[in-house]
């Protein structure tokens, strides 16, 4: 863990060269340029607002479109983190071949680039809090926490995912596919306190409804989209109560995400 | 202390690991199951090689395609791991392993300058100051801010080239990396690689199929073949010993059909070329700076006239030396089918000991239309001791020194 952020340090230069490449060149030849970045999770929002207007869901008195656009931006970031990182490996072949450092800071760099746009969003998310005339609180000081926990998860899953991908291109094929099916188990489109309602209050699945909402929070968005919300929209702090199982289990999966990345890292050369 | 070790190092690839995406994809449910199955036939590229290089050190690598050069590159840039064994390297490695690897099309000249100063780990400080350096040794002023792709080939190795060799690291690992863009700048690049060597005393390893600037820059040179240490010496024997390995491969490769390298009318076929000495006796090598005859045997299957016969002297790599004809010397205008020897006589021979081959060819006709003519026909050693005045090219120079003092006094009267 001390090493990831000692060579981020080390290397910041390199990854803020490769991540300035990442966002020159994919939008050097685009009118719109950097806002492609932004239209992604609005072409979403616009979708899910579609569907909320013939399916009722409840809001707690919060503009919908708001709350979910603060559940989208984390998604996005994580999403694309990952699948940008998992591939970063693969697509930087004819660098790992030629030269060498530290080769997570291709992951690093894919995450980098991302956190670049994730704030080209936050200031769509300001105008949109202008608009609804939402006035963050003292709790906004959560954010920076929360997207560093973000960070954690997106880089844990692309180490490891990263070095499989290196052997084995099925994991790049798999990934977007794990990512989309995720979304559902995340509370993106639909709000944790459905969830919340359904398991722990109505105890729908009866003695199993507890454990069942534990391992629901397992998955480390569930945290962070909450968080984001409270944070960003309701103006209160997160609930550490939905963060911390996923918390756990990332903090306990990273050093072997890193550990197996880095020993794998030896054969990239010779087997990309 | 060796500022390169290289301890046994050995370096196994296996052999069919790397499966293209469609197998893979096909794979992909044997693969879910089971394990990928270890027992591969192994390739060794490197097998147990051992040197040291110390500081201030050019040392060339050569030998023939897939002799693992490269890989060893490799190793010593810390972009592979070895298998077997150890390197240890005290300093910095700039590797210019192919220049212009982290070369983006899509960026400009300059946006390139800093990205691929950031990939070779130069602190930005540090390039912003060379910046007009690098842009004026790469001669792209005018293009440094159109994008890449926009470059021509040899603009774009250009820029490589220049970025490459501003980094200031006390071990410059170079591979093929001379033989980039024209004549002017090629000449450019090799006077910069001699200013890193001999001005500012870098370790240079350099791997290059252009045997003469090996032998030119280096101090030693070692001979690599099938994954392993062949010769490991002087640059001017190993580099004989490389060139006559070349020269069984490509007789080897040539075995196959006699015909390669001759090109004939079907008047007359060339049977045999051999050596004999003043004395008239078959000799196999030649004796620098000795008299000595060069045959050249015939075989004429219709008749032909006005014959002019001609021979020269090649290195193996096809530098053309010196060449004779028999113009003025030997008049035939008839040359009737059935065996014939045609001598040429050499007086001292000039050329320096060395790995030479033979080209021969005969003019017919009044139109003096090719009949025959064949280069690499037969390679030669020649022997003898070089002379203590000429040190290195490939011919005796006849010349003495003297000396005289200028008067300067009596020049201004």
Redesign the interface.
Known sequence: MSEIIKNFFKYRELIAALAWKNIVIRYKQAYLGILWAVLKPLMLLMMFVLVKSFVGIQTDGFPYPLLTFAALMPWVFFQESVSEGVNSVTSNAALIKKIYFPREVFPLTAMVTKLVELIVSFFILAIMMIYYKVIPTVHLLWLPLLVLYSMIVALTISFFGAAMNVYYRDIGQAVPIALSLMMYASPVIYPLSLVQKKLLIEQSSGVWSEKLYTLYTINPLVGIIDGFQHALIKGIEPDLATLYPGLIITLITLPFSYWFFKRAENWFADVI | MAIIEVNNLTKE?QLG??TS?KE??LN?LR??TFQPVQERERFKALDNVNFHIEEGEVVGIIGHNGAGKSTLL?HL?????PTKGHIIVRGSVA?L??VG??V?P??TGR?NI??N?????I??KIIKQKLDEIIEFSELEEFIDTPVKRYSSGMQVKLGFSIATSMEADILIVDEVLAVGDLAFQRKCFDKMEDLIKRQGKTVLLVSHNIRQIQRLCHRVILMNQGKLEINGMPQSVCDIFYEQSDEKIATNMSGNKKIGISTSGEVNLENIFFTNAAGGRINYLQFNEDCAINFEINVKHEITDITAGFGFHTTDFLYLTTHNSEQQLSIPVLPTGKHILTCNINKLPILPGVYSIRFGITAGKSASTALYGENLKHLQILGKIPITIRDGFFALEASWSHAKIDTFSHEK
């Open positions: 690839y690991h790397l995406l893979t994809c992909g693969r879910l490799k840039a810390n972009i592979s791991k590797p392993i192919e690897a982290g983006n899509e960026l946006e800093f990205l100063a950031a990939i070779l780990g602190p930005k």
